[in-house]
Every structure is written in C-alpha cells, then in structure tokens.
C-alpha cells in the first residue's frame, strides 16, 4: 500500500483564504445559489469538525462541517468538500470525510448530511432515505440528498424538513 502524500489537521483562521479562493475555483459564482450553501447561510462552520489536508505545507483540500436540523432533531451538514485540482484522485478527498465523520461521531453527533454524488459517498457510509423522507428549503435532486448515521440507530424514524440553524451574529469564513 503507497503512503498518502497528505497530512490532515483541524482547519485554523490563517486557512480561510486558500479555502475561500478553493470554493470559488471548485463551486463558481453559482455556490450561493445551491442547496446546501442555502442550509449553511450566514451559519459558522463548526471549528473543532473541519479539516484540512496538506502537501507539506500546502494547502491542498477542506472539509466543513455545519449543524443544521432535520425535522426536530440536531445534525451537521457535510460540505462543501473540494480538493485542489493538481491534487485530486489521490485520496485526499475521502480521507477528509473519514476523518470528519469520525470527529462528529467522537463529539457525540449522531447525524451528518450532504448534497451529493452517491457513487462517491455511498462507500463512506452514506445512504439515501426513502424519497422525500427529508426535504430542503431550497429545491434539490433528490437522489443527492444522503445522510450517514454515527451511531448504529441514528437514521431509525430520521425524516423532515432539513433547515438551518438560527443564524449566530458571528464571523462567517
Ligand atoms: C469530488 C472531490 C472532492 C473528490 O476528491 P478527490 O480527493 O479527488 O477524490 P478521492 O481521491 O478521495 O477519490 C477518488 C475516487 O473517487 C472517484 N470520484 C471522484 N468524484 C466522483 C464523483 N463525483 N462521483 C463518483 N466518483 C467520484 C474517482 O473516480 C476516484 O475513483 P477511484 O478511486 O476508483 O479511482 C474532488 O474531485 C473535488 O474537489 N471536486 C470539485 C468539488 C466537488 O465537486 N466537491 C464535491 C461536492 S458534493
């Protein structure tokens, strides 16, 4: 087996222009119309659940997570996620979603959401609901709405509108 090429930390403040700029380059000027950045609106990523990787010193790719609410009950959004063009295809990408998921399920969360391709994220543990069993404000393809449990129960009765959080009056990176 090769060793990664990567190391991979918590995101720090210094990051936020390379991941900005990363956004931009992945997402284009549409990002702020697409469903999930809606759910995330004006909402700060949680600090202690995002991640970077690096090359050396290099930025390379970022991970957020974001808590948001399905129906009645707490949960985080995962994304956006993007990888450095030069960079792609060599595991930075899934290793990031590995390591946030398993930050959330140490910090006691039991639920994480994405937008998404379900070929790339399915072997991650995330699966789809029954149609509509979870709806956005915003409108979305249905069969990109996937979610992954963190704990063996954590989907049982899962269901609802999927919402932002009440907006805290704090930066927004
Ligand atoms: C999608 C993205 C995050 C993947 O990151 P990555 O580090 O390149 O991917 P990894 O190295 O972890 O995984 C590569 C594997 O995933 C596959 N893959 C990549 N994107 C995929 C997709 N959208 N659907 C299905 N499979 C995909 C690759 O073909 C490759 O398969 P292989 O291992 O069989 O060769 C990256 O390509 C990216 O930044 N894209 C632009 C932004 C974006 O679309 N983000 C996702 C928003 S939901």
Redesign the pocket.
Known sequence: MTASPFTYRLEQPADHAEIESLHAE??GPGRFARA?FRLREDVPHDPALSFVALAGDAFV?SVRLTPIRIGDRPALLL??????PP?????????LVRIALEAAREAGHRVVL????E???GPLGFVRLARDAITLTTPVDPLRVLVAGLTPDALEGLGGKAERIAAAPTEYA
């Open positions: 992945a997402f999930a790719a994304g956006p996620l993007a990888v450095k960079h792609k295809g060599r595991g930075a990408g899934k290793q994405l937008v998404g391709d070929p790339y994220y």
